[in-house]
C-alpha cells in the first residue's frame, strides 16, 4: 500500500525573475539586494520550522507580471497577491493568512493593479 502524499492547502507561487543589470524593467530578486535573493528560501525554511510544508507547496516561479510593486508572491486559493516582500512580511503572511486564515490586507497589492480576472471565454478567438 503507498503512503499518499496530501494534497495541499496551499500553493505559494514566489517569483524568482532576475532583470539583468541595466534593465529598466525592476525584478523580484535583485542583484544589489540580497534579502531579495533569500526570499524563497526563507518562505521555504519557515513552512518547514512550523511543521506545515507537507501542505503549503512554495513554488518558485518567473515573471507573475507585476514587477513595480516587487518581490511578490501569490498565495492559491484565493488568487492574493502580495507585494514589497520582506522576510518579516513573509513570516507574518505564514502566521496570519497561512496558519490563521486571515489575508494580511495591507501586504496585498492595490485593486487597481491587479483588478479582476479576465474570465478565458471572453478573449477566446
Excluded at 71 to 88: F, S
Excluded at 89 to 96: C, F, M
Aim: glycine fraction near 8%.
Amino acid at each position: 500500500m503507498l503512503t499518499a502524499i496530501p494534497q495541499p492547502a496551499f500553493y505559494i507561487f514566489k517569483c524568482q525573475q532576475s532583470a539583468p543589470p541595466g534593465m529598466p524593467k525592476p525584478s523580484c530578486v535583485k542583484a544589489d539586494n540580497p534579502e531579495s535573493q533569500q526570499l524563497f528560501q526563507h518562505l521555504a525554511q519557515t513552512l518547514m520550522q512550523k511543521g506545515i510544508i507537507a501542505t503549503v507547496s512554495p513554488i518558485q516561479t518567473g515573471c507573475l507580471n507585476r514587477c513595480q510593486q516587487g518581490p511578490v508572491m501569490l498565495v492559491e486559493p484565493g488568487h492574493i497577491m502580495y507585494v514589497g516582500l520582506t522576510k518579516d512580511k513573509i513570516d507574518r503572511i505564514i502566521d496570519e493568512h497561512i496558519i490563521g486564515g486571515e489575508v494580511v490586507s495591507e501586504y496585498v497589492i492595490d485593486d487597481e493593479a491587479w483588478g479582476e480576472a479576465t474570465p478565458p471565454a471572453s478573449m477566446a478567438r
